[in-house]
């Protein structure tokens, strides 16, 4: 439950990681001493950015990236850490549960030509971003949810196994004490990795993978494995990824909505925050109570991310530095 508190009273200190090609001399310095901006306007590449704070993910994309594998292959890759990461409650094996106990999982993948898979309600398969892929070019469809994503997964020799860690099973069996079903929006570390990344040839792939809300409804589908609302990847004008309630995302379909800004001239930057206002600014919006954050990178390796609170990070990955910068956010009351 601590993960996901919305509200939290301290501070999030960004760090940067020098990494050498080898990836094996680190030494760290904070953002605030580096006085990084959120958007750099850097354009070397390659280039890995992914939402909160999930370093050896971005470890993980870039030195795929560097020994000249595909930026396809590095979201994948670098999204798979995350999932098998049982501590992190949030993203794959040992994801916090629906209402009934159940650990569901929801995830997409898009590449530089546009193409694009998905699976929801996934059960029993740690690494759903995986799954997504396979749907993507081994299937027809974008999408397969529930039993057939499940039974698909299976049959392309994923290993079932059971997603419900002890720690997640405590933390559901102390909520049921008294159930109350208010969504609960994480600032304190993640409860989406959205991963964006351009390789050496300048190509574009993302990909995100969540296990949605801690304690939802059973069923329940939010922006992450849907395209254009948790992902969006236009190989001639950048992409971008969501985090955050999902239902707010797909209402004003995102991520989509982030490229198309930029195609129409806006710095990546300036279109996360134009997709924050759509949402904020809605009538009877009730924004105070929900987190959304985006990220997005351009064609020319320029990044940008924007939130509505304060706490939401990137993870940046280019010219050997791996680093967590603080988002920039809409309510500062």
């Known amino acids: 439950m601590k993960r996901r508190n919305f509200i939290k009273s301290a501070s999030l200190t960004g760090a940067g990681i020098i990494v050498g090609s080898n990836l094996t001399s680190c030494a760290e310095k904070s953002a605030e001493e580096r006085e990084v901006p959120v958007s750099t306007g850097k354009t070397s590449l390659p280039l890995v950015i992914a939402t909160w704070h999930v370093m050896d993910s971005t470890v993980k994309a870039m030195k795929i990236l560097q020994d000249g594998g595909t930026a396809l292959d590095a979201v994948e890759q670098g999204c798979m850490v995350e999932e098998a990461n049982e501590k992190g409650q949030s993203v794959g094996k040992g994801g916090l549960p629906d209402r009934d106990g159940n650990v569901t999982l929801d995830a997409c993948i898009m590449d530089k030509h546009g193409n694009c898979g998905s699976v929801v309600y996934l059960q029993n398969i740690t690494h759903a971003v995986s799954v997504a892929r396979k749907v993507m070019e081994d299937t027809p469809h974008v999408m397969l949810a529930g039993k057939g994503a499940e039974q698909f997964a299976l049959s392309?020799?994923?290993?079932?196994?059971?997603?419900?860690?002890?720690?997640?099973?405590?933390?559901?069996?102390?909520?049921?004490?008294?159930?109350?079903?208010?969504?609960?929006?994480?600032?304190?570390?993640?409860?989406?990795?959205?991963?964006?990344?351009?390789?050496?040839?300048?190509?574009?792939?993302?990909?995100?993978?969540?296990?949605?809300?801690?304690?939802?409804?059973?069923?329940?589908?939010?922006?992450?494995?849907?395209?254009?609302?948790?992902?969006?990847?236009?190989?001639?004008?950048?992409?971008?990824?969501?985090?955050?309630?999902?239902?707010?995302?797909?209402?004003?379909?995102?991520?989509?909505?982030?490229?198309?800004?930029?195609?129409?001239?806006?710095?990546?930057?300036?279109?996360?925050?134009?997709?924050?206002?759509?949402?904020?600014?809605?009538?009877?919006?009730d924004y105070k109570n929900f987190q959304v954050g985006y990220i997005a990178v351009n064609k020319q390796g320029v990044t940008g991310s924007y939130s509505i609170h304060q706490w939401f990070s990137m993870t940046k990955f280019q010219d050997g530095v791996n680093e967590q910068i603080q988002s920039d956010y809409f309510n500062k009351d």
């Open 156 to 285: 392309r020799g994923f290993q079932p196994e059971d997603l419900l860690t002890e720690a997640s099973k405590a933390a559901w069996e102390k909520w049921k004490i008294e159930a109350k079903y208010k969504p609960i929006i994480n600032i304190e570390n993640h409860d989406t990795i959205g991963m964006l990344a351009i390789d050496k040839n300048g190509d574009i792939s993302g990909a995100c993978t969540t296990s949605g809300l801690a304690y939802k409804m059973g069923g329940r589908v939010g922006d992450s494995p849907i395209i254009g609302s948790g992902l969006f990847v236009d190989n001639e004008i950048g992409a971008a990824v969501a985090t955050g309630l999902g239902e707010e995302v797909v209402k004003t379909v995102g991520s989509f909505l982030v490229v198309e800004l930029m195609r129409q001239g806006k710095s990546p930057q300036e279109a996360c925050k134009e997709a924050i206002s759509r949402i904020v600014n809605k009538p009877n919006s």
